[in-house]
């Protein structure tokens, strides 16, 4: 356990039935019971069974013997308030989101409050489970995909996996992109991953000084859009890692406005995709 009161990390093992999670985490850390429940609601508490380790939200939770409690608590990270994202479709055993910038995809071992995830299970109607089937940057904005079913979750990820999601984005950049070859593939490897994207002109300012792309990608590669354009001279505005984002002083503009494949659950292609 650390010393500081906004940054613990604690481990408990379970020696003896009895007392419940709320009570051993706060005789291990000196936190009050509020700030751990807190914790708990927010998905920075863990719980190791046997080879089973998961988040432990329920305050009641019978323990047993052999068990361990995990507390990530970062008063930082549990301090922020998720935006909010709005639902494009509730197909049941899945979702399509509006993801806007600023929140996350997924969450870490020190909470998952600020995740698309998390938020389809607090809001969606009826409430059910979600499940990461893809990935979008927490500084990107657009559509994620979000499964409501473990068996959902493999048959999204699957076609993902065999490229059969067909994904557009649109990203203004820095330049005079026009004079680029149109359409123009990128194949540059990314940690020494396949990474493929294929960027089109659509326009540019009337001072030369940004253009607005067109792009697909056929790999999903981490950040693959921003550092294939930053590596051809167009990074993304707003793009504080690979641009000149602290200078733009915007958001990225790099958004997310096309999702389309063959449906598991209706049997047939659809697409979604948000106004430009």
């Not at 989101?97 to 998390?118: A, E, F, I, M």
């Not at 005079?176 to 940690?191: A, C, G, H, K, Y």
């Not at 960027?199 to 792009?215: E, K």
Request: glycine share 6%; net charge positive.
């Amino acid at each position: 356990m650390s010393d500081s009161v906004d940054h613990i990390e604690a481990h408990v093992q379970i020696e003896s039935p009895g007392d419940g999670p709320v009570d051993l985490l706060q005789r291990a850390t000196g936190l009050s019971k509020q700030r751990i429940k807190l914790a708990m609601s927010q998905g920075a508490v863990w719980l190791t069974r046997e080879r089973n380790t998961r988040r432990l939200r329920r305050v009641k939770r019978a323990l047993r013997v052999g068990d361990e409690l995990h507390l990530y608590y970062n008063a930082k990270i549990l301090a922020e308030i998720p935006a909010e994202p709005t639902v494009i479709v509730d197909a049941g055993d899945y979702s399509v989101w509006n993801k806007p910038y600023g929140l996350r995809s997924q969450g870490s071992k020190w909470g998952d409050h600020c995740t698309v995830v998390r938020w389809a299970e607090r809001h969606l109607q009826p409430e059910r489970s979600a499940f990461t089937v893809h990935r979008l940057d927490r500084a990107a904005n657009g559509l994620i995909l979000v499964a409501h079913s473990k068996s959902m979750a493999a048959a999204l990820a699957a076609l993902f996996h065999k490229r059969e999601v067909e994904k557009r984005y649109r990203a203004r950049v820095a330049g005079d992109f026009s004079m680029q070859p149109n359409p123009l593939r990128v194949e540059q490897t990314i940690d020494e991953k396949e990474a493929i994207s294929e960027f089109s002109h659509q326009r540019v300012s009337a001072d030369g000084r940004q253009s607005l792309v067109d792009v697909r990608i056929e790999t999903g590669r981490k950040h693959q859009i921003r550092r294939h354009l930053a590596g051809l001279g167009h990074p993304v505005i707003g793009d504080r890692l690979y641009g000149l984002g602290e200078e733009d002083g915007l958001d990225l503009q790099l958004t997310a406005y096309l999702l389309a494949f063959h449906c598991p659950v209706n049997d047939e292609q659809v697409e979604y995709r948000l106004p430009i």
